[in-house]
């Protein structure tokens, strides 16, 4: 069966620091990936998806970049985290679109 | 997709009650329509779909009706129990030809004993 990790669960960074959030899925090959921000009490904003090693489609222009150096490795990353980055942050994956998304059980990201 | 800048709407119930939940979609062209359902502090986790060539398909305890003449789809859990206290989001895929989903703003459901 698939599965979907996500790590770390929880992360409190300084302003300034560099991020590198990652996500992995198991039991599937060639899976889109996405990552997705959610900030307290709100909705869900796409940030990344990727259909492919290699390539990323970017949602919101910002301070954060993602990377997927493997094809089950999709990697969050920021050179200098800024406090409007706080947020909890989910990795999903699906193989078909018309199936849905699984998610991942997220890391929460307080910029302090 | 996205669903952001808004507090979420709230619905409380009563233990037993049975909840409604309404999302309107914004594509004629969508396909596919899936809830989740957010616990505190957890990803999204899949409850119910259903395709656009359905009207209602029921689960357990799930109700998912879908009107494509307004572009309206509900959910109904009967029985509610404090266990159902979540977010629920409901999403919509096209048919064909892209690779996301688009999700509504969601609704708290908060459920008191």
């Known amino acids: 069966s698939q599965t979907i990790h996500q790590w770390p669960a929880t992360l409190v960074q300084p302003v300034g620091s560099p991020l590198s959030l990652e996500c992995t899925v198991e039991?599937?090959?060639?899976?889109?990936l996405y990552w997705y921000r959610q900030a307290a009490g709100r909705g869900l904003q796409l940030l990344f998806y990727?259909?492919?090693?290699?390539?990323i489609s970017s949602e919101v222009p910002q301070n954060l970049s993602a990377s997927r150096p493997q094809d089950r490795q999709f990697i969050l990353s920021s050179k200098k985290l800024l406090l409007s980055d706080s947020g909890f942050y989910l990795c999903?994956?699906?193989?078909?679109?018309?199936?849905?998304?699984?998610f991942g059980s997220g890391t929460r990201l307080t910029v302090v | 997709g996205e669903s952001v800048g808004l507090h979420l709407p709230t619905l409380s119930v009563q233990e037993g009650d049975n909840s409604i939940i309404n999302c309107a979609y914004s594509n004629s062209a969508s396909d596919y329509f899936i809830w989740y359902k957010q616990e505190s502090g957890k990803g999204p986790q899949f409850i119910i779909d259903i395709r656009s060539n359905m009207d209602k398909r029921q689960g357990q305890r799930v109700t998912v009706l879908l009107n494509k003449t307004v572009k309206h789809l509900s959910l109904q859990i009967a029985a509610t129990q404090p266990g159902d206290s979540a977010v629920y989001f409901c999403a919509e895929g096209p048919s064909s030809g892209y690779s996301t989903l688009t999700f509504g703003k969601g609704t708290m459901l908060l459920v008191s004993p």
């Open positions: 039991g599937t090959s060639n899976p889109n």
């Open positions: 990727s259909v492919g090693i290699g390539q």
């Open positions: 999903a994956w699906s193989l078909n679109i018309n199936y849905g998304y699984t």
